[in-house]
């Protein structure tokens, strides 16, 4: 699918939607420890970083600013926008500045990453993390932009949402719930829609539990690849008692297999209290000598024998409807039916 259709598509669900219904709400439970950016409201300034991957297609980068504005949002383009180095948006030093700016920035309220890619991890060094601390808002992206979710919940502490980039296909799943999180400051129950909605459904959208039950602690995860690539570094959170999210894509079972290993190496999987494997898009082997297992039966082999609540399926990664999961924030999972419950607000 074309960045131009999805653009246009977004567009045209965001008009449609400015007054439809957001997806059921939770009562809200005890805040916890996390602090919480303020929320958006319409006419809001948020900014656009490219802390990751460049977007240099003028065409593209107009359809990004229209898609925010048809949020009721007004976008402002870090002055790195539109640059590249190599595979990059521009050079370590100039991402960070970026970043650091727009938090800073006293008219600017979030931040949205256009897209991911890789690099995030390495503008890390750079970030002033004492003024992000001092300055909380919503930074909202995915993929790549994993790395920047996991070090603001270790050096920051408050939410971000690891949801749709801005050029991100927003579809009206999507767009609930990041308006429930981000403007209305709902506590959602997310649940994949029936697969007789067509409109909704996405392919590998199928709950499979793994341990059933239910269990409730602060959402943290993101994506495998990104995540387990931090390991070692002081840019990743505690663990203890969190409910692990993870997706990913274009990775073999047997790569899945091996970040999952690391994972229990390092101790993080004995430390969850719950775990939920969201969409691993095109995560298939290409090769004989590897296509043993299955992804379910990988998981499987790593998830059940943590004891704890643990399913796959939920619309969490690179697909065109996504659920936004807000990073920091309390959430209960029930595995037998595949729900993630917001506990808590996760703006101000």
């Known amino acids: 699918m074309s960045l131009m259709h999805d653009r246009r598509t977004a567009l045209q669900a965001l008009g449609a939607l400015a007054g439809a219904a957001v997806l059921p709400l939770a009562p809200a439970a005890a805040a916890s420890a996390t602090r919480k950016p303020p929320r958006l409201r319409a006419g809001d300034t948020v900014g656009l970083v490219e802390p990751a991957g460049f977007t240099d297609d003028e065409f593209d980068l107009k359809l990004v600013l229209e898609t925010v504005s048809a949020m009721g949002l007004v976008p402002k383009p870090a002055p790195h926008l539109a ?46 993390f004492d003024r992000i601390r001092a300055n909380p808002k919503l930074l909202i992206g995915f993929s790549d932009i994993t790395a920047l979710h996991m070090a603001l919940a270790a050096r920051a502490g408050f939410t971000t949402i690891h949801g749709p980039n801005a050029a991100s296909s927003w579809g009206k799943l999507s767009w609930d719930a990041f308006r429930s999180l981000a403007f209305d400051g709902g506590t959602p129950l997310y649940r994949n829609p029936e697969a007789s909605d067509d409109r909704l459904v996405q392919r590998g959208g199928r709950i499979r539990t793994f341990r059933g039950g239910k269990a409730s602690g602060r959402l943290l995860g993101g994506n495998l690849t990104v995540l387990t690539a931090l ?48 969409q691993c898009t095109d995560c298939r082997s290409s090769g004989p000598s590897y296509g043993g297992f299955t992804l379910s039966e990988v998981l499987k082999q790593h998830l059940e024998p943590l004891g704890v609540p643990a399913f796959q399926g939920a619309l969490i990664g690179h697909v065109a409807n996504q659920f936004s999961i807000p990073v920091g924030i309390r959430a209960e999972i029930d595995a037998d039916a595949g729900t993630i419950r917001i506990l808590e607000p996760a703006v101000a």
Request: glycine share 10%.
């Open 83 to 128: 640059q590249r180095y190599g595979y990059l948006a521009g050079r370590d030093q100039e991402r960070a500045a970026d970043l650091n700016a727009m938090f800073a920035d006293d008219t600017v309220r979030a931040i949205f990453a256009v897209r991911g890619g890789w690099g995030c991890a390495r503008i890390l060094p750079y970030l002033d």
């Open 231 to 278: 390991m070692g570094t002081p840019y990743l959170p505690d663990f203890s008692g969190a409910i692990l999210f993870l997706e990913d894509t274009d990775e073999a079972e047997y790569r899945i297999d091996r970040m999952l290993t690391q994972l229990s190496l390092a101790g993080v999987l004995r430390k969850v209290a719950g775990v939920v494997f969201g």
